[in-house]
């Protein structure tokens, strides 16, 4: 997979990272993926969209942005 999906939306971690609209998109084009050449030019998503997908995820995993599990602290006991 390109990206690591970084604890997007989950409970189970320290914070939790809300994904992009529209973030399935890269997901579901890199877990397809095939090298070929024919295979990224048909398949590869609009360019300037996944600029802005990718400066949104950059936008929402920083920390000031991130859901922090409080419920999983409290079972680390922090």
């Not at 690591?4 to 971690?13: D, M, P, T, V």
Request: proline letters at 4%; glycine letters at 4%.
């Amino acid at each position: 997979m390109l990206l690591a999906l970084q604890k997007l939306n989950s409970e189970r971690g320290i914070t939790s990272i809300v994904p992009p609209s529209d973030y399935d998109l890269i997901i579901n084009f890199s877990n397809k993926f095939d090298v070929s050449y024919g295979y990224i030019r048909d398949n590869k998503p609009d360019q300037a969209k996944i600029k802005t997908i990718l400066a949104q995820y950059l936008e929402n995993i920083k920390l000031k942005n991130c859901i922090i599990n409080s419920d999983y602290l409290k079972a680390l006991g922090l």
